[in-house]
């Protein structure tokens, strides 16, 4: 499976992106969705994933009511609104996905860990100037 993101780019405090994350070759029949972000010299973070049938979304403290995830399966695609950009969410940000067996994802204990995604996309830049 491959990922490829795109959406990122420079965009002033208080604008608005969307993010973009197109799965292609063998996917799974069903995965959940999420995006992480790294920032200069820091970890890589999570930020929000999402269920395989487009439920159960979960988001990091700092970006909820700001950022809103979505999918469309029939375009095996992911989407990352963001508005109300702050300087501290500039990063480069990654997509992946994770077939989560079971019940694992709706659970609510795993999403966060990047162990669980199986599949990464290659990052996209996001630039917030102040």
């Known amino acids: 499976v491959q990922l490829q993101a795109s959406g990122g780019g420079l965009v002033q405090a208080g604008g608005s992106l969307r993010l973009s994350c197109t799965a292609s070759?063998?996917?799974?029949?069903?995965?959940?969705m999420a995006w992480f972000r790294q920032a200069p010299g820091k970890e890589r973070e999570f930020v929000a994933a999402?269920?395989?049938?487009?439920?159960?979304?979960y988001y990091a403290d700092s970006v909820k009511g700001r950022f809103t995830i979505s999918r469309d399966n029939a375009k095996k695609t992911a989407y990352l609104r963001m508005n109300s950009l702050k300087s501290a969410d500039t990063a480069v940000y990654y997509c992946?996905?994770?077939?989560?067996?079971?019940?694992?994802?709706?659970?609510?204990?795993?999403?966060?860990?990047?162990?669980?995604?199986?599949?990464w996309g290659q990052g996209t830049q996001v630039t917030v100037s102040s």
């Open positions: 999402i269920g395989e049938s487009g439920d159960t979304p």
């Open positions: 992946a996905g994770g077939e989560f067996p079971g019940s694992t994802y709706y659970d609510g204990t795993y999403y966060q860990e990047e162990a669980w995604y199986d599949f």
């Open positions: 070759g063998r996917t799974p029949n069903t995965y959940a």
